[in-house]
């Protein structure tokens, strides 16, 4: 199973008021394992980055004024995706970008359907918790001090992380496995400590005579005893 953790960085909020993107990273999972294959791409918006866009991913006009325009990146970007299942924080704002700009250089729409969103996965299992990247990271444990400001790659880095712990962990697939391993293990010493048990002689457990006659004493003292024979 191939999916993609995808990120992007933009000049704003929404395509339809002008803005447009300025960044892609994605990185590539089989079977849930990341392989070490990426996917990085500055992109020159052909328009201005606004200030408190800056403040987040701190991409300005000047680095971005000698980056390929989308038109002549968008081919190896859809390679690099395929037919894989897309893992997004946010989905419906990264994909609206997404197809906002496939649909300037008149390539057809990327599908829903085949989007898992981190965002949503997070609302259902920690209902009412922040549901952030930065809280996730902080919920899981994964290291983010490298994440001063936005990046696509990064933070899409990260997200793998916490996809796969939303997951169940990245072992999440192998409790069956270390079960029956723990299972087999006990068995192993069970049989060790049998086997190194001293024997003993079994002790006799009937009563004594003095015993007997107590026991009989009480029973005359009570009303219809059920212990008498």
């Given amino acids: 199973m191939r999916e993609i953790v995808l990120d992007t960085e933009t000049t ?3 395509p339809i008021d002008g803005h447009r993107l300025i960044e892609i990273g994605c990185l590539e999972l089989e079977n ?3 392989t070490g294959k990426t996917y990085h791409q500055y992109i020159n918006p ?3 980055v606004p200030a408190e866009a800056i403040a987040i991913h701190g991409l300005n006009d000047g680095f971005l004024k000698d980056k390929p325009v989308f038109s002549e990146i968008y081919d190896g970007f859809l390679k690099f995706i395929g037919d894989a299942t897309l893992v997004i924080h946010n989905a419906a704002f990264d994909m609206k970008f997404l197809n ?4 300037i250089v008149g390539h057809k729409a990327l599908s829903m359907t085949n989007v898992v969103d981190t965002l949503l996965m997070t609302r259902q299992k920690f209902p009412g918790s922040p549901a952030n990247l930065d809280a996730l990271c902080r919920r899981f444990g994964i290291d983010n001090s490298d994440r001063e400001l936005h990046g696509a790659l990064l933070d899409s880095e990260l997200l793998a992380e916490v996809y796969l712990e939303l997951l169940g962990g990245r072992q999440h697939g192998l409790g069956l496995v270390n079960e029956e391993s723990n299972n087999k293990q006990s068995t192993l010493i069970s049989a060790q400590a049998e086997q190194s048990r001293t024997f003993r002689e079994p002790r006799p457990h009937q009563p004594e005579k003095e015993e007997l006659t107590a026991h009989a004493s009480m029973l005359e003292e009570l009303t219809d005893p059920i212990w008498r024979d």
């Fill in 12 to 14: 704003g909020l929404d």
């Fill in 46 to 48: 052909e328009r201005g």
């Fill in 32 to 34: 849930h394992v990341p």
């Fill in 100 to 103: 906002a700009e496939l649909q």
